[in-house]
């Protein structure tokens, strides 16, 4: 299989806010391949001990993969000690709930989105995928913003 890579000139970037927590908002830098889609979709999931970081932590490695024809979106989601387990989880789970319902608005198809994370963010995304209905991480209700 051959991959073409699109130029950085060829994929959008923007700033989304999919949830809040007491009036903070939680981003997801989305990554977005210009062209005809649906494209699949891509959640990324930043390591950083569980503690730290944010979406932008894995910048170079969501634009090559955009630019191969994927929609990536890049999370925030509380961390401790702002939210200690299953906070993390709970956000991530709604915010593959949120993109999926809004896939077409980002030109991705809902019926092909994966996870991926580097480091802790790597475990969140295998927790998540083990677990998709676990109860705790999809404790928010399916509109929370």
């Given at each position: 299989?051959t991959t073409?890579?699109l130029?950085?000139?060829d994929?959008?970037?923007?700033?989304?806010?999919?949830?809040?927590?007491?009036?903070?908002?939680?981003?997801?830098?989305?990554?977005?391949?210009r062209?005809?889609?649906?494209f699949p979709?891509?959640?990324?999931?930043?390591?950083g001990?569980?503690?730290?970081?944010?979406?932008?932590?894995?910048?170079?490695?969501n634009?090559?993969?955009?630019?191969?024809?994927?929609?990536?979106a890049a999370l925030?989601?509380?961390?401790?000690?702002?939210?200690?387990?299953?906070g993390?989880?709970?956000?991530?789970?709604?915010?593959?709930?949120?993109f999926?319902?809004r896939?077409a608005?980002?030109?991705?198809?809902?019926d092909?989105?994966?996870?991926?994370g580097?480091?802790?963010g790597?475990?969140?995304?295998?927790?998540?995928?083990?677990?998709?209905?676990?109860?705790?991480y999809?404790s928010?209700?399916?509109?929370?913003?």
């Amino acid at each position: 299989m051959t991959t073409t890579l699109l130029s950085p000139a060829d994929i959008d970037i923007a700033e989304v806010e999919y949830l809040h927590h007491g009036g903070k908002p939680l981003l997801a830098r989305v990554f977005r391949p210009r062209g005809e889609g649906p494209f699949p979709m891509m959640i990324e999931l930043h390591g950083g001990g569980w503690v730290k970081f944010d979406r932008k932590e894995d910048e170079v490695l969501n634009r090559e993969l955009a630019k191969t024809g994927v929609v990536v979106a890049a999370l925030d989601f509380r961390c401790p000690p702002q939210a200690i387990y299953p906070g993390s989880l709970m956000d991530i789970n709604y915010a593959i709930r949120w993109f999926k319902q809004r896939a077409a608005d980002f030109g991705g198809s809902p019926d092909k989105v994966g996870l991926m994370g580097c480091s802790s963010g790597g475990h969140l995304a295998v927790l998540s995928a083990m677990r998709p209905r676990d109860p705790r991480y999809a404790s928010l209700p399916a509109e929370n913003n």
